[in-house]
């Protein structure tokens, strides 16, 4: 028999109030409670980095996170990247450097980047390269990716 949990947390700045099996991932709360689809479920081990989400303002992997542990915290997701409309500065760049292809890993990229460029507004490309090295892209090759990340930190 299953636990119910009450879990209360903020995400992308909406108040939510949910009951859940004590079992269940912060992924799929995001996912199949919330329905932020932009989360993605890849490899369900924390490795891909699909499921990046901002956790208490660090970038951490949903996948590996009990959405009972999360009770109480503030949660971004890629749906609340974006302001009034407007793209972050680092979906803006992946458009422009064309450092999309499939876009499943599209979501943890950006906001690993974003958290790189709050921290440091000028990185090298070695810097760059750590910063999303928890994030696995199978289509890019990655150069367009740095190359966005370069960009928007000069925007």
């Known amino acids: 028999m299953s636990q119910q949990v009450q879990i209360r947390l903020r995400v992308n700045g909406d108040a939510h109030e949910?009951?859940?099996?004590?079992?269940t991932l912060l992924v799929d709360l995001i996912r199949d409670e919330l329905g932020?689809?932009?989360?993605?479920?890849?490899?369900?081990?924390?490795?891909?980095g699909a499921c990046t989400v901002v956790l208490d303002g660090r970038v951490s992997k949903s996948c590996?996170?009990?959405?009972?542990?999360?009770?109480?915290?503030?949660?971004?997701?890629?749906?609340?990247?974006a302001a009034d409309?407007?793209?972050h500065p680092?979906?803006?760049?992946?458009?422009?450097?064309?450092?999309?292809?499939?876009?499943?890993?599209?979501?943890?990229?950006?906001?690993?980047?974003?958290?790189l460029l709050a921290e440091n507004r000028s990185p090298v490309d070695d810097e760059i390269r750590r910063a999303i090295a928890g994030n696995l892209c199978r289509c890019t090759g990655y150069e367009?990716?740095?190359?966005?990340?370069?960009?928007?930190s000069a925007s």
């Not at 590996?64 to 990247?81: C, H, N, S």
């Open 144 to 152: 367009n990716i740095v190359n966005a990340i370069r960009r928007a």
């Open 85 to 87: 409309g407007v793209l």
């Open 18 to 23: 949910v009951a859940a099996d004590a079992r």
């Open 36 to 48: 932020l689809t932009g989360t993605h479920v890849g490899c369900r081990t924390g490795h891909c």
């Open 64 to 81: 590996t996170v009990l959405a009972a542990a999360a009770d109480g915290a503030e949660v971004t997701t890629i749906e609340g990247l």
């Open 90 to 115: 680092v979906q803006e760049a992946l458009w422009q450097e064309h450092g999309v292809q499939c876009g499943f890993c599209t979501p943890g990229m950006v906001l690993a980047a974003a958290e």
